[in-house]
């Protein structure tokens, strides 16, 4: 009976690890993920590969930056499908077991598009060390950016195109 204990402890303990506790460089399966831990205990987790984390859009004719306003610049057209299916892909990449874990607390998704052709190029995560994201293996969040990049493109409007790269994040709850 002790020995049963035992593993159910074990057990829980591993599906608690924290991997992103510290900054520091994940090197599997023929990705590499970079995990930034800033003072504020937020973490930005990215593929290695990144260009853009840290560059802000600018305007390719003149290079200067491009500010977001509240009042807003439409980027994007609108579109019927985009939304529901970046939930959709966020939602699968998730295990039962790990929705559990994470229920009732989001994360951020951040994506980098491409303003000559509407494609994801660039995928990065958000979310706090000591929350339970911490806890998600790095396997899942490759997952998130593989299936963003190969499903989703967007329709960009004149003034999108204009710029060196869309900046476009949400945060959202997995279920």
Same mark, same amino acid.
């Given at each position: 009976?002790?020995?049963? $204990?035992?593993l /159910?402890c074990?057990?829980?303990m591993y599906?608690?690890?924290? #991997?992103?506790?510290?900054?520091?460089? !994940?090197?599997?399966?023929g @990705?590499?993920?970079?995990?930034?831990?800033r003072?504020?205990?937020f973490?930005t987790l990215?593929?290695k590969?990144?260009?853009?984390?840290?560059? #802000?859009?600018? #305007?390719k004719?003149?290079g200067?930056s &491009?500010?977001?306003?509240?009042?807003?610049?439409?980027?994007?057209? $609108?579109?019927?499908?985009t939304?529901?299916?970046r /939930?959709?892909?966020?939602?699968?990449?998730f295990?039962? $077991?790990?929705?559990?874990r994470i229920?009732?607390?989001d !994360? %951020?998704i951040?994506? @980098?598009i %491409?303003?000559?052709?509407?494609?994801?190029d660039?995928?990065? !995560?958000? /979310?706090?060390?000591?929350?339970? /994201?911490?806890?998600?293996?790095?396997?899942? #969040?490759?997952k998130?950016?593989?299936?963003?990049k190969?499903?989703?493109? &967007?329709?960009l409007?004149a003034?999108?195109?204009m710029?060196? @790269?869309i900046f476009?994040?949400?945060?959202q709850?997995?279920?």
């Open positions: 009976m002790l020995a049963i $204990s035992t /159910f074990v057990a829980y599906a608690q690890t924290n #991997y992103y506790a510290t900054t520091k460089t !994940f090197n599997q399966d @990705y590499i993920y970079q995990c930034d831990v003072a504020s205990g973490v990215y593929n590969s990144n260009k853009l984390i840290n560059v #802000y859009p600018v #305007y004719n003149t200067e &491009f500010v977001q306003t509240d009042a807003g610049i439409k980027l994007l057209e $609108s579109d019927t499908w939304r529901s299916k /939930f959709s892909i966020v939602n699968a990449a295990s039962d $077991s790990e929705k559990q229920k009732g607390y !994360f %951020n951040k994506m @980098y %491409n303003s000559s052709t509407g494609r994801v660039e995928v990065s !995560f958000e /979310f706090h060390r000591s929350g339970p /994201f911490a806890t998600i293996p790095v396997s899942v #969040y490759r998130i950016e593989t299936e963003i190969k499903e989703l493109w &967007f329709t409007t003034e999108g195109k710029l060196s @790269y476009y994040w949400w945060a709850e997995p279920k």
